[in-house]
Nanobody, 115 residues
């Protein structure tokens, strides 16, 4: 059974930084495309960033240049480094795994950007 557990969310001031982590289990992590999505209140879930099994990355325009997605295959962990955070980045952030054994989501971690 695939499990994804996010951590690292919290309250941060505008301009601050946070690093999210997603620990994966029950899957061959290195073979999966992984991604971060977010959902703000009253809005649809949207893509933040994805990283392929080979390390190719893609970012939403709204976070390009501020966020960095990375993966540590040895530790079965996905990361999202978030810099220059803005109030509009406030959302629940979800980890996603997409591979031959299916598509899975974590439970989410809240990120709040406010002064």
């Amino acid at each position: 059974q695939v499990q994804l557990v996010e951590s690292g969310g919290g309250l941060v001031q505008p301009g601050g930084s946070l690093t999210l982590s997603c620990a994966a289990s029950g899957t061959i992590f290195s073979r999966n495309a992984m991604g971060w999505f977010r959902q703000a209140p009253g809005k649809q879930r949207e893509l933040v960033a994805i990283i392929s099994s080979g390390g190719t990355t893609h970012y939403a325009n709204s976070v390009q240049g501020r966020f960095t997605i990375s993966r540590d295959n040895a530790r079965y962990t996905l990361y999202l480094q978030m810099n220059s955070l803005k109030p509009e980045d406030t959302a629940v952030y979800y980890c996603n795994s997409n591979g031959n054994n299916g598509n899975y989501w974590g439970q989410g971690t809240q990120v709040t950007v406010s002064s």
